[in-house]
């Protein structure tokens, strides 16, 4: 458990390391982030840091929104998130947070976002089925097929992958590569794609999973990449 940020997706590109390499990358602009609320074990039930994003006007906001952030006697902020953390004291409300203090280059983190909605689509589109011969004869092509049996059990059993609304789902990817960090650009660089549109908002945060031994093999494999970057390589769009 460690403290995260809220940014905004700005799209894919690639960096080059000192080999040639292209590398597939996403960029990530996190603003300053602030501190809005500790949450202890001994008032709260649990330990957590509530962290707010994204400058707002008074009108923007609900009035439940209006007086936390006036009670706390921080800045209006748009987006709030809270991360779960073992030292809550080591923060204080109104502290900014900004992306080169959380995140250095050749750790992992994880990053939330929101994936792009498809709208209703079948089950070829939505779960990769084969589908039906094409050939002349046929009169199904792209229909599902069979979806249940007989008498036994005499129903659709629940779960079954049929067409409806695919996209909008909540992605954790984990264990993604911080390839560099542009402070004065306020841009995080993490190897690999992250889910969601651009411009689309994204939280990140130490990854979960980063103690695991796959993980810290995976580690050793690829943080070159990283200590390529720092030696001076620049990105490249896409």
Do not use: C
Request: glycine share 12%; hydrophobic share 35%; proline share 4%.
């Amino acid at each position: 458990m460690a403290i995260g940020l809220i940014g905004k997706k700005l799209g894919m590109t690639r960096v080059f390391l000192k080999d040639g390499t292209a590398v597939p990358a996403t960029l990530i602009h996190i603003e300053p982030n602030y501190v809005v609320a500790i949450r202890t074990l001994e008032k709260d039930g649990y330990s957590a840091v509530q962290v707010g994003a994204f400058k707002a006007k008074e009108k923007h906001l609900t009035k439940a929104q209006l007086g936390h952030l006036k009670k706390a006697g921080v800045i209006l902020l748009r987006r709030l998130k809270e991360f779960r953390v073992e030292n809550p004291q080591d923060y204080h409300v109104g502290q900014e947070l900004r992306v080169e203090q959380v995140f250095q280059p050749g750790e992992l983190v994880d990053v939330v976002g929101t994936s792009k909605g498809r709208g209703f689509a079948g089950t070829m589109k939505r779960w990769d089925f084969g589908g039906f011969p094409k050939s002349h004869g046929h009169r199904y092509h792209r229909a599902v097929g069979s979806i249940g049996n007989r008498s036994d059990p005499g129903r659709v059993w629940k779960g079954k992958r049929m067409a409806g609304h695919w996209g909008v789902d909540t992605i954790r990817v984990q264990s993604l590569l911080v390839l560099d960090v542009v402070p004065e650009h306020n841009l995080l660089v993490v190897k690999g794609s992250v889910p969601g549109p651009n411009k689309g908002i994204v939280y990140v945060e130490k990854s979960r999973i980063a103690q695991r031994k796959s993980q810290r093999l995976k580690l050793n494999r690829i943080k070159y990449m990283a200590e390529s970057i720092l030696k001076g390589e620049s990105h490249e769009g896409g």
